[in-house]
């Protein structure tokens, strides 16, 4: 018998992507950001998420895409990660889906432009291809408190 | 079984039991012949031991038995009190409280006791740890050694045991035996040697106790008291049988020489008795006996709750406000009188579950209090004065947050107070004071504050040397110094550059380290001031916020983002033109009230988007760290507001100028601008 992996699907650039469900609390309409100076590009500030003043990161600017305007499909997926909740904007977020874990294949060498670190995997469900997405490498504070050194 | 569940009840317990043990003491101290606050300390110790045992902290458990066993001795008036006993059992609830400590940490509650063990179990064998002559007696008594030690242990029933087996011809033999130190069953050896020694004869009395050694509550040794036909030598043959026994020594129990001890601790009892009836004659004494005898501690009915869900219970209540805020705005949209009173109603119950959740939070001073007393007269040991603590509103409430930051400063004060406040007695009785000094803490509510005062009767601060000492230490000029007012004379022991001169101590008796004291209090959003007589004795008189998660602060707009200054780092707010702006090698200043002020254009340091004309007249806000001042640019203030406190969380520790995050009424964040990293 196969196991199954529940994923949630989202979308950014018209590309799949998954992240698994237990890491996620929750997904949220956008709500009002607010900045906070002279952090990395991609931690775009912090909402009040039921209280709890949580992070905001910018997956297209983490993933290096160009930034678009937020809209109406734009939505936070809340992760949890080693005790901290972070947000993730996403261009559009609606699908959670079984993956057989056999399905998911190491990473190729490069897809797109996304470095290829913070992949995990890629599985291919029907005609549709999903990047398993590496949260620890993709939220890394190391990775984050470089990219605030060099500016 | 799992005890992981469990740690954290015992180590709470056990604090709690550690802290009885601690006041009992002190208590039993000051009224000596009141037995019954033995049994007190006694009950606390006991439960300790079991718990630690249980939850298999042996040293723990050993240290506690070796406690309780003296305490026992003090209990049956077997061991009369004296301070050099007291201090024994200070150090040893101090070890144990570093024990548990180590515990709470994550550790083993492993610590060398050997010392303290020693010195108990001397105590418990009735003999003096403390003077040095004590090793010479030790060496010369060597061999009445044990007489002595089953002497003073044998009760009146024990000993015509003892008496009527000799009568009937019976040997009486004290028993010592070692068992191996690899010995795995302990119990199980303790079972063999009893059975082989009740087939020889009777067992009339074993230490440990038998449920001790059932419960392998010992060490390698343990001691039993037997009546028998046979020879002493025969018994210890057939002791040496058993598997694992190390050795065995017998001894024969000289009878006249228990009568002698038992009489001598007869006197003992009268002498104390005696001591007691001369007491009961002074008045003052009996009063405090009727004071401390009343206070049956009635069981609370209380739960522990862990900080942290009260945190979620708060940010869940923070919701329901702003919930409320708007359908407040939605029902004087609607103008409907039923869902007017409806919302009203919901506003007051809301206000009132505030209330609540926040009192939660408070918890009474008394536990940061609690240290002192022991402290105090540990201190007044060391440094040999007699003084006097007295403890004033332990009750007073406050919040956790700022209960667990302001134990540190306090102790700083006491000991200052305690070193270099109080006088030597044969000073205080050279000025006609009462040789005993007093140290007051009392701690009360006033407003929005909760007032700590320090109060000593001791020396007091000699303005002059203060003075001299800040002249040349370069803090002030003596221009400045002809016009500072006694207080603030004093307050200069507080700067920084007073605190590390040790010489400091010997010239205003005061002023090491209260620098440090002065931040921590003020990063609390409280402030210190201190006032002083010389001769008659200085107050330190603290003020502190009634909560830490609440804050005033102004809130202020730049373009179109909100930012909340604190107000406990505002001087004042003001307009100045833009035409007043003067430019000093790369920074811009303005001239306050004849003082250069920097400006510091928040718009710029925090690259705010601008999305507004620019005025004419410029809104800031005046802030201070420590003595220096810096003016805040900001476009326009909204107002002063009482926020709830928030952190940004783990992701963004790295933030610049920014120290939390509130929530405000339309659920929108507001960053903290934290004015001490703008300062430099």
Redesign the interface.
């Known amino acids: 018998m196969s196991e199954d992996m529940k994923v949630i699907v989202f979308q950014i650039m018209d590309k799949e992507y998954a992240i698994p469900v237990d890491k996620v609390s929750g997904i949220e309409k956008l709500l ?1 950001i ?6 990395v590009k991609f ?1 775009k ?4 998420l ?6 905001i990161i910018d997956l297209r600017v983490r993933f290096g895409f160009e930034e678009v305007e937020y809209d109406e499909s734009t939505r936070i997926i809340v992760v949890f990660l080693d ?4 947000g993730l904007i996403v261009d559009s977020a609606n699908d959670v889906l079984d993956i057989p874990v056999e399905s998911i294949e190491p990473q190729p060498e490069i897809v797109g432009h996304l470095a290829s670190e913070y992949i995990s995997g890629v599985a291919k469900i029907e005609k549709r291809l999903l990047v398993l997405i590496n949260l620890e490498k993709a ?1 890394s ?1 190391e990775v ?2 470089n990219m ?1 050194r060099e500016g | 079984m799992d005890m992981n569940q469990y740690l954290e009840v015992f180590i709470e317990e056990s604090k709690e039991h550690l802290q009885t043990c601690s006041e009992q003491l002190l208590v039993l101290e000051k009224n000596p012949e009141d037995l019954s606050i033995v049994n007190e300390i006694f009950r606390s110790a006991h439960t300790l031991k079991g718990m630690s045992a249980t939850m298999g902290y042996e040293d723990l458990a050993n240290l506690t038995h070796k406690m309780e066993n003296v305490l026992d001795a003090i209990r049956n008036s077997q061991i009369a009190l004296s301070p050099e006993l007291f201090d024994v059992i200070f150090l040893a609830v101090d070890h144990l409280e570093a024990m548990v400590m180590s515990i709470a940490e994550g550790g083993d509650g492993k610590r060398n006791v050997k010392d303290v063990v020693h010195q108990l179990e001397m105590i418990e064998k009735g003999e003096s740890p403390f003077s040095s002559t004590n090793a010479e007696i030790a060496a010369a008594s060597a061999v009445l050694e044990k007489k002595e030690m089953i002497a003073g242990e044998y009760d009146e029933f024990e000993w015509t045991v003892l008496q009527q087996s000799k009568d009937q011809g019976f040997n009486s033999f004290e028993i010592s035996i070692g068992l191996r130190e690899d010995c795995l069953l302990k119990a199980a050896r303790v079972f063999m040697v009893f059975e082989v020694l009740e087939k020889s004869g009777e067992v009339i009395k074993s230490h440990p106790p038998v449920e001790l050694l059932e419960e392998e509550q010992f060490d390698q040794q343990f001691t039993v008291t037997m009546v028998t036909t046979e020879s002493g030598e025969e018994i210890k043959k057939k002791i040496m049988k058993v598997t694992e026994v190390d050795q065995v020594v017998v001894n024969a129990i000289d009878l006249e020489c228990v009568r002698h001890e038992a009489k001598s601790n007869e006197d003992n009892v009268t002498e104390i008795l005696k001591q007691e009836s001369n007491d009961a004659l002074l008045p003052t004494d009996n009063d405090d006996k009727k004071k401390q005898t009343p206070v049956k501690p009635a069981s609370s009915k209380t739960i522990r709750v862990n900080i942290e869900r009260l945190d979620i219970l708060m940010n869940l209540f923070e919701e329901l406000v702003i919930d409320r805020g708007r359908l407040d705005q939605i029902s004087s949209d609607l103008d409907n009188q039923e869902l007017h009173e409806t919302v009203e109603r919901m506003s007051r119950i809301t206000s009132d579950l505030q209330t609540i959740v926040l009192n939660m939070r408070m918890v009474p001073v008394e536990t940061v209090f609690n240290r002192f007393p022991k402290m105090v007269r540990q201190l007044a040991r060391d440094l040999n004065k007699k003084v006097n603590l007295e403890i004033n509103g332990a009750e007073t409430e406050l919040d956790r947050t700022v209960i667990d930051e302001i134990g540190d400063p306090l102790v700083h004060l006491i000991r200052n107070a305690m070193d270099h406040g109080i006088e030597t007695t044969e000073e205080r009785l050279a000025k006609g004071k009462n040789e005993e000094g007093k140290i007051l803490l009392k701690a009360y509510h006033s407003g929005n504050h909760v007032f700590i005062e320090i109060e000593d009767d001791g020396a007091g601060i000699n303005k002059d040397r203060v003075l001299n000492k800040a002249l040349s230490n370069g803090i002030l000029t003596k221009e400045t110094a002809a016009t500072l007012t006694d207080k603030q004379i004093y307050e200069l022991i507080f700067a920084s550059g007073f605190s590390t001169a040790e010489t400091i101590s010997d010239v205003s008796g005061r002023g090491v380290g209260l620098d440090v004291v002065k931040n921590t209090i003020e990063s609390l959003g409280g402030t210190v001031t201190i006032d002083s007589k010389e001769n008659e004795g200085s107050i330190f008189l603290i003020q502190l916020p009634l909560t830490l998660s609440i804050i005033s602060v102004m809130l202020v707009e730049i373009q179109n983002e909100k930012y909340a200054i604190p107000l406990s780092s505002i001087i004042e707010t003001a307009i100045i033109k833009r035409a007043d702006i003067m430019n000093a090698h790369n920074q811009q200043v303005i001239d306050y009230r004849g003082k250069v002020l920097p400006l510091l254009f928040l718009k710029d340091i925090f690259e705010v988007p601008i999305s507004q004309e620019e005025e004419e007249s410029l809104s800031v806000v005046i802030v201070r760290k420590g003595d220096k001042l810096a003016g805040l640019v900001v476009d326009s203030f909204i107002g002063q507001l009482e926020i709830v406190l928030k952190s940004l969380g783990n992701y963004l520790t790295s933030a610049f100028a920014i120290s939390g995050a509130t929530i405000l009424g339309d659920g929108q964040v507001a960053l903290i601008i934290d004015c001490n990293t703008l300062i430099h």
Do not use: S, W
């Not at chain 1, 500030?45 to 009040?48: D, F």
């Open positions: 009002h607010t900045r906070v100076p002279k952090t931690v500030g912090v909402i009040n039921r209280g709890v003043i949580t992070p005790d901290m909740e972070v939220l504070l984050t408190e605030l």
